[in-house]
Nanobody, 128 residues
Framework: QVQLVESGGGLVQAGGSLRLSCTAS????????MGWFRQAPGKEREFVAA????????????NYADSVKGRFTISRDNAKNTVNLQMNSLKPEDTAIYYC?????????????????WGQGTRVTVSS
């Protein structure tokens, strides 16, 4: 089973940017859908973004939560087994632990239970 490791979290002022990365410490992404979720204190884990992959095609289906559309961009590099989340125009409400996840069935889904593998999370704090 693929094992995921996130990095890139930290403290940033409102309006700033951060770039999160997720790599496979074991296994590969293959045709998995890769997603990012986040969980703020006292709240449920919520979907942030996801990107699919299809062999022999450059098309990638991406999906974003309404709260991050236009500010966050998800991308993946299967050759490097890396998926990134570029976060711009950060807001204090973006403060959370961010998790990388993989759905081996390659679905376009925002449901956490659809994802088979999870990283340990990386903390993002946005100060006002």
């Amino acid at each position: 089973q693929v094992q995921l490791v996130e990095s890139g979290g930290g403290l940033v002022q409102a309006g700033g940017s951060l770039r999160l990365s997720c790599t496979a410490s074991r296994g590969s992404f293959g045709s998995f859908t890769m997603g990012w979720f986040r969980q703020a204190p006292g709240k449920e884990r919520e979907f942030v973004a996801a990107v699919t992959w299809s062999a022999g095609s450059t098309y990638r289906n991406t999906n974003y939560a309404d709260s991050v559309k236009g500010r966050f961009t998800i991308s993946r590099d299967n050759a490097k087994n890396t998926v990134n989340l570029q976060m711009n125009s950060l807001k204090p409400e973006d403060t959370a632990i961010y998790y990388c996840a993989a759905d081996r069935l390659g679905r376009v889904t925002s449901i956490p239970s659809s994802y088979d593998a999870w990283g340990q999370g990386t903390r993002v704090t946005v100060s006002s």
